[in-house]
């Protein structure tokens, strides 16, 4: 679902009152869960993610990775098919050591894949072992950490990457003192990273992300290092910045409540090797009140994800496995 509110191609319920969650259907499941609930714990099939031809902004297609070492080969994701559609909001769901973060950084242009291809508005990422920079131009990256320079006050952190594309520095400005302004930091522009706290840092890390107006902003677990009512704060603030620049969000979070409660779909991702288990709509508009969490619906799907990783967990263990 758009952040305009329009149904989406798969007959999204329509007319849900903004932030409000509807409760499960009482009648058949949707496709997806009907093809997860159906297959027994040990086969483990694959759910495709593909959009129609044209439609997703962003796609991963038959994408496997396999990490080789002297000692050892890991396959991390493997049969990965996703589309993305523009100012879609999707967050990335799974155990520990699934490919999350892989997926993310494959989707960034960090990692290349095994096998497959990345799609950015339907042009290949890759040249051969050449990365696309049009296609990188588009992408914003956040990561847990926000890596700032600890000599650079505020302003010149978050127009780091126009000093390093060769921006004028009256620009620079103008544009760290506007992101400063949509971000929250309105007043601390000359404030250095010891001097903020870790919800603040993480505001610049997003502030630099959208420095240079990429139109797909990436961020890996950016507030898993937050307290808890921290975290509240910079999941609304974060919709409405992604509202704000009109933006395709994806993002890797081990938090189930806040991925059902940030995203129109929620991906969860199998034990590794990483497949695609599952993918959940959720039918609310954008944005959303603390308080939707506390509604049946939004409870029955965050039950549901939790199954299906206690499922993996105990599939892992019968196996001799575990997960990391």
Known sequence: MGRDGTSDVHGRAGGAPSGVLDDAPTGAPSETVARTRSTDPEDRSVVSGA?????????LRDV????????????????????????????????????????????????K????????????????????????????????DAHLFPWYSVEDNISLPLALRKVDKKERRRRAHELGELVGLTGFERALPRELSGGMRQRVAIARALSYDPEIL????????????????????????????????????????????????????SARP???????????????????????????????????????EERLARHGGVSE
């Open 274 to 312: 990483g497949r695609i288990r599952s993918i959940t709509e959720i039918p609310a508009d954008h944005p959303r009140e603390l308080e939707v969490t506390a509604q049946p619906g939004f409870q029955d799907r965050v039950i549901d994800l939790r199954h299906q990783l206690t499922e993996d």
């Open 64 to 111: 496997s990775k396999l990490f080789k070492s002297r000692y050892r080969e890991t396959l991390a994701l493997t049969d990965i098919n996703l589309g993305i559609r523009k100012q879609e909001f999707v967050t990335l769901v799974g155990q520990s050591g699934c490919g999350k973060t892989t997926m993310l950084r494959i989707l960034a242009g960090l990692i």
């Open 218 to 269: 990436l961020m890996d677990e950016p507030f898993g290092a937050l307290d808890a009512m921290t975290r509240d704060k910079m999941n609304m603030e974060l919709q409405r910045i992604a509202q704000a620049t009109q933006a395709t969000v994806v993002l890797v979070t081990h938090s189930i409540a806040e991925a059902v409660f940030l995203a129109d779909r929620v991906v969860l991702l």
């Open 113 to 144: 894949p095994t096998t497959g291809e990345v799609r950015i508005k339907e042009q290949p990422l890759w040249h051969g072992n050449t990365r696309d920079d049009a296609a990188l131009r588009q992408l914003g990256l956040v990561f847990q």
């Open 51 to 59: 959009l129609p031809e044209g439609e997703a902004e962003i796609e």
